[in-house]
C-alpha cells in the first residue's frame, strides 16, 4: 500500500479561475497529489467545450506532475471509486457554499462510506469569485485579468469574438 496522499477537486470549470488555481495549490500542500477532475454535465451548455476546459487547465499547470487533469460524468463518489482515491477537495468561498457542500460531502459519504470531503478556504483576494461572475463580468465589458489566468483571459476574447458566438455572450461590449 501506498503513502501517497492523493486527492480528487471536482469543478466544471467554466473556465478555470484563479480561485480554481489558489484551492489546487493550497491542496498541494496537503497532498501529494491532485486530480482536478473535470464535470461533464449533459443537463448543463458550458460555455467551453469539454475539451477546452481541459486544455485551459493543461497550460494553467504547465505539466506540473503532482497534478493530473480527468473528465468525469456521472456521480463523483463513483468517479473518486473507480479511481481509487477517496479524498476529494472542494473550496468554500461562502456560507452558502458551506451549506451546499456540506449536505453533497453528507451524501457522498452516505452513498460511499470511505469518501471524505476537505473543504479549504481561499486567500481573501478569491473569496468572491466564481466562474459565473467572471463570464458576466468580460460579458458586460469588465476586465477579467486579476481573476483567470492569461490563457482564460485569451480564449473568452477568441470565444467572444468568434463568428460563431456561444449564446451566453450575447454582444454587449
Sequence with gaps: MSNTKNAVYPGSYDPVTNGHIDIIERGLRIFDHITV??????EKQPLFTLDERLEM???CFNKNPRIKVDAFE?????YVDRKGIH???RGLRAISDFEVEFQMALMNRRINREVETIFLVPSVCYSFLSSRLVKEI???????QQMVPG???QRLK????????HPALTEKR
Excluded: C, M, W
Design 74 to 78: 456521472g456521480l463523483l463518489v463513483d
Design 57 to 59: 487547465i493543461h497550460q
Design 37 to 42: 477532475a473535470v464535470l461533464t454535465n449533459p
Design 87 to 89: 479524498t476529494v477537495v
Design 158 to 165: 477568441e470565444k467572444f469574438h468568434s463568428p460563431k458566438k
Design 138 to 144: 468580460y460579458r458586460l465589458g469588465g476586465s477579467i
Design 151 to 153: 490563457v482564460v483571459d
